[in-house]
């Protein structure tokens, strides 16, 4: 029996390190499940795992793809299960590694197959939300698909803006695509869950977001301001520099806004992680006892 070994939590929790131990006691690579360091571009601000990092284990899904290209958890997952395929021939174990929820998902459960989207809809319903507001895709969202209408997030422009691509492009409602049908797998699953004291959590944020900037995230937000408006720089770090650049906000504030940012991104993974009860939870120093655990249970 093949077995992935997914190590999870929130940001700042130390999850590379602990991958890394895993990995190397396992004898095997590391697949990232993180849907920003996925980009090359991004250097800083995503906290990519560091040059000697990335030299003691091999790692995939790091810095491979491009801000410019479209990409999702769909794509994601295809690409993810056809790797795992390839490495469960070399090895027992593989290590996935990450806090994107819903890249977690889509490998060890399948999310539903959704058409490839036309590039030139997608632009043309950004414009609208850009120029018309969200009350406007809003009502035509409701007159294409009202089920999902009546359970989507309505204050999400990103949500309603993908069920209406879909609905537009297929002619069918969003909603006919949700099937939230789980996918069986040819290897077995166990999920290892980081935790950390929430004040430790929050100063090793803030201690990040420190170097992040020292290591210059604001030049690297300079340098891809002109593309702001992309999906892929839509991510803390990169939006409250880009205000500050726009002068919305000064950059002591724009500094401030990402830890604050960030936090709340950390306390939302948790909120998404701990309704899955397959998760087994341990501290994040406790390498040896995660060790122990895996080789008990995927014998």
Not at 100 to 108: D, E, H, K, P, R
Not at 198 to 213: A, F, S, T, W
Request: with cysteine.
């Amino acid at each position: 029996m093949k077995y992935l070994i997914v190590i999870l939590g929130p940001t700042g929790v130390g999850k590379t390190r602990v991958a890394i131990e895993v990995a190397k006691k396992l004898r095997t690579e590391i697949i990232s499940c993180d849907s920003r360091q996925i980009y090359r571009e991004l250097r800083i601000g995503t906290a990519v795992p560091t040059e000697n990092e990335l030299a003691e284990v091999k790692h995939h899904f790091i810095q491979c793809k491009s801000i410019y290209e479209y990409y999702n958890a769909s794509i994601f997952e295809f690409e993810a299960l056809d790797l795992l395929e390839e490495l469960f021939r070399q090895y027992k174990w593989v290590v996935m590694a990450g806090g994107s929820g819903l890249y977690i998902n889509a490998v060890c459960y399948g999310i539903d197959d959704l058409p490839a989207i036309d590039p030139g809809l997608r632009k043309e319903l950004a414009e609208k939300y850009k120029n018309e507001g969200i009350e406007s895709i809003r009502k035509q969202l409701k007159f294409l698909d009202p089920e999902y209408y009546s359970v989507v997030d309505l204050k999400n422009h990103k949500r309603i803006l993908k069920a209406l691509e879909v609905s537009i492009m297929t002619g069918k409602p969003y909603s006919s695509f949700l099937l939230h049908q789980i996918k069986e797998r040819s290897f077995k699953i166990l999920k290892i869950g980081l935790s950390m004291e929430r004040d430790e959590l929050c100063k090793n944020i803030n201690d990040r977001v420190d170097r992040m900037i020292a290591s210059g995230l604001l030049q690297e937000a300079k340098h891809y301001y002109k593309d702001k408006n992309l999906n892929s720089l839509n991510t803390v770090g990169y939006k409250e520099l880009f205000d500050y650049l726009n002068n919305k906000i000064t950059f002591e504030t724009a500094v401030e806004l990402i830890k604050r940012n960030t936090k709340n991104y950390a306390r939302k993974q948790l909120t998404w992680f701990r309704k899955d009860r397959d998760i087994k939870w341990f501290n994040y120093n406790e390498t040896n006892k995660i060790i122990d655990f895996i080789l008990v249970n995927c014998k």
